[in-house]
């Protein structure tokens, strides 16, 4: 099992700081530097932009600091026998610089492992060891997926700050030709991009969008059958209705009443499989 040794969330040095380690840290050490810092690995030297991470072989001479303060880290040192077969196997690299591709999951994740490693109990160490190779296969996997999509996709920017308004907005009317359109593209090029970025229809997202909108209202508030629809975008409350029963499985007024029936503390976890929707513009239409 991968032990913890030790870990820091969001450290502040106001005055900069210098770490130096010539034999290395003897351990695995993980940097995530939340400032622009000088990293030196082995003799070369490394500008670093904020937001980029490293994990450092035990042996691995090396040198960071600041370039402007305050300097701020999150980090954490670990080890195990097995963990550079593991690293080795997932292709992890090592003394390496590499850009965060989620800066907040990192953060969030360090700050778990700080929380984590405070309490006693029975499981720790076998909780620690999941979420450390988790959080180490998560990093590979957002790095791979981002340099997929940044070398076959120029466009994937674009679409998810479209896919976000989509989920944001979900009572608009959008239409497949506008959306198109608003990326300069035509809509049989606009549908199978989306499609291949993000493994289902733009409909189907619209609906998806829609849907979970709709039961959320339903199971959190007062509103009549026919006015959530109007909220999620419905001109038609029969379609809604009827749409809403074909994927959730229910119809709305029975989908609220055993919300509140069963659960009246009810926390809304969003179930839906985008496989159940129909693709194609036949499902979407209003």
């Known amino acids: 099992m ?10 502040v ?8 380690r010539p034999s290395g840290s003897g351990n695995y050490a993980f940097v995530f530097f939340k400032c622009q810092s000088e990293v030196i690995v082995k003799g070369r030297s490394f500008v670093l932009d904020k937001n980029t991470y490293i994990l ?27 963990i ?34 405070r309490h006693n109990s ?9 979420d450390l190779k988790s959080f180490f296969l998560k990093l590979v996997s957002l790095r791979e997926k981002s340099a997929i999509l940044e070398k076959t996709n120029r466009y994937f920017s674009q679409f998810s700050k479209l896919r976000s308004q989509l989920y944001n907005s979900p009572g608009h009317s959008f239409s497949v030709d506008s959306l198109a359109a608003s990326l300069n593209l035509s809509k049989s090029y606009f549908q199978h991009l989306y499609k291949q ?11 998806h969008a829609r849907l979970e909108y709709a039961k959320y209202l339903l199971a959190t508030t007062s509103l009549t059958v026919c006015e959530i629809s109007k909220l999620c ?35 809304l976890q969003l179930p839906f499989a985008h496989s159940h929707l129909k693709e194609g513009n036949d499902a979407y239409h209003r």
């Open 122 to 130: 029975p499981f720790q160490q076998r909780i620690l060891d999941h």
């Open 13 to 20: 040095h106001d005055d900069g700081i210098v770490i130096n």
């Open 56 to 82: 450092f072989h035990p042996d691995t001479c090396h040198l960071y600091r600041e370039v402007d303060k305050p300097f701020v880290n999150d980090w954490f040192h670990c080890e195990d026998r097995n």
């Open 233 to 267: 975008g419905y001109e038609n409350d029969t379609h809604f209705m009827r749409q809403f029963k074909k994927f959730i499985g229910t119809t709305p007024g029975k989908y609220k009443g055993m919300q509140f029936a069963e659960h009246p503390w009810y926390e």
């Open 2 to 11: 991968i032990q913890l040794i030790n870990c820091g969330y969001n450290f």
């Open 84 to 117: 550079g077969d593991f690293l080795a196997e997932i292709q992890f690299p090592l003394d390496t610089p590499i850009k965060a591709e989620d800066p907040h999951l990192i953060s969030r994740s360090i700050m778990d492992l700080q929380n984590l490693g």
């Open 197 to 207: 970025l993000f493994g289902c229809s733009v409909v189907s997202d619209i609906i």
